[in-house]
Structures are given as structure tokens and as C-alpha cells.
């Protein structure tokens, strides 16, 4: 991992040494947490792997691999809203700025790490869309992945009681399926779309 880390990073500019490396070692520490049960490193390296997949399909790629290092790295379920997002976006730009990272490429990192509070991406976004598409392949899964998706989110909000975590919840998944689209690659949309709108569905009529 922290060879993809390393990769990407020097693939923008930042100089490597020491200190690239100690960044990517912190980033895996805060993806290893252990209140973490579903933003965990497996998740990390599953974005990370369909970033890779469809990389020709990116103007930045490596830009959009940094953010996805960095688009969950503070994670507290704990945090209302966006809290979390804005938290990664700050701590994405101030990393990368201290290692050398040009002015430009640090503030598009953060830019597309905050996308990822709504997902809600423009379709000619080209590397908004391919990092919002990798977050979201969860969703598109067999059911079986997605109920075991479910049910780690469900771990992370232990603290919430059930009456408060299923509205709660519901609201997200409502959020998710009022988008115009939950997926632009077209590689990847025709089949993504139903698969992860069923899956969606399914689990809001559990909760309702």
C-alpha cells in the first residue's frame, strides 16, 4: 500500500524521501482505527483498485488516488454532517502542501475529497466522477456484499440506538437515490446503476 501511496504522490510533484513515506504510514494508522468497521483499509484499496481500472478514463489521476487516501482519513461517526469530509479535505490540502506538493494540486485533492459528503458530481468532471464512482462500487455489489456493507456501517454508529439510527440512516439512503445518477463512468453505469439503486431500496424497506 504504501507503495501506491508513494507512487502517486511523486506522480504530482512531491519529492520522495522520509517524509512521503511517514505520510503514507500516518494515513494507513487513521484508515486502521479500530472504531472503524466498514472505512477501513479494505475499503481504501477497493477505491484505490477501481481507480486504477478506469485511470485512462481521468485527466489526474494520481490526483484523484491522493484523494482517495485522504477522502475518509478522519472518520468519526461521532461528527454531524460533513464534519468528517471537510476535516479530510483540510488535513489532504495541509498534508500535501508540507510535502511539497504543488499549491494547485493540493487544492484540487481537496476540492474532490468534498465531493464525497454528497457525491453529487458533474458529469464532465472526469476525475470527480471516477473518484465519487470508486467510493460508491460498495453499493453496486451482490447483495450479500451489500448487506455485509450494512451491517459494518451499523457497527460504526453502535453508540446510536436503533431509534435514532434507522431514520437517520434512511435519510442517507433517500440522499443516495434522489441523485440524477449514482454513477457516470460509462463502463461502469449501465450495470452499477440498478444493481446499487436495488440494493439501496432494499435495505430503506428494512428500515422503514
Known amino acids: 500500500m504504501l507503495d501506491r501511496w508513494r507512487a502517486a504522490a511523486r506522480g504530482t510533484g512531491v519529492p520522495d ?3 512521503l513515506a511517514r505520510a503514507g504510514e500516518d494515513l494507513l494508522t487513521r484508515w486502521r482505527e479500530p472504531h472503524r468497521r466498514y472505512h477501513t483499509v479494505r475499503h481504501l484499496t477497493a477505491v484505490l483498485d477501481v481507480v486504477d481500472a478506469y485511470a485512462v478514463l481521468a485527466d489526474q ?6 484523494a482517495a487516501w485522504c477522502h475518509d482519513a478522519i472518520y468519526d461517526p461521532r ?24 499549491v494547485s494540486a493540493a487544492a484540487e485533492v ?4 468534498l465531493l464525497t459528503a454528497g457525491h453529487a458530481v458533474a458529469a464532465a468532471d472526469r476525475d470527480g466522477v471516477l473518484l465519487c464512482d470508486a467510493d460508491l462500487a460498495v453499493l453496486a455489489g451482490p447483495p450479500e456484499e451489500y448487506d455485509r456493507y450494512a451491517a459494518a456501517v451499523r457497527q460504526e454508529y453502535a453508540h446510536v440506538p436503533d431509534r435514532d439510527f434507522r431514520p437517520g440512516r434512511a435519510r442517507v439512503l433517500e440522499s443516495l437515490l434522489a441523485l440524477p445518477a449514482l454513477y ?25
Open 61 to 66: 489521476p494520481d490526483l484523484v488516488r491522493l
Open 184 to 208: 457516470h463512468l460509462p463502463d461502469l453505469a449501465p450495470t452499477w446503476e440498478h444493481r446499487a439503486r436495488t440494493n439501496l431500496t432494499r435495505e430503506l424497506a428494512t428500515l422503514r
Open 110 to 113: 481537496r476540492r474532490l475529497v
Open 79 to 102: 461528527a454531524a454532517g460533513d464534519a468528517n469530509e471537510r476535516a479530510s479535505a483540510d488535513l489532504a490540502e495541509a498534508l500535501l502542501t508540507g510535502l511539497g506538493a504543488p
Open 17 to 19: 524521501g522520509p517524509a
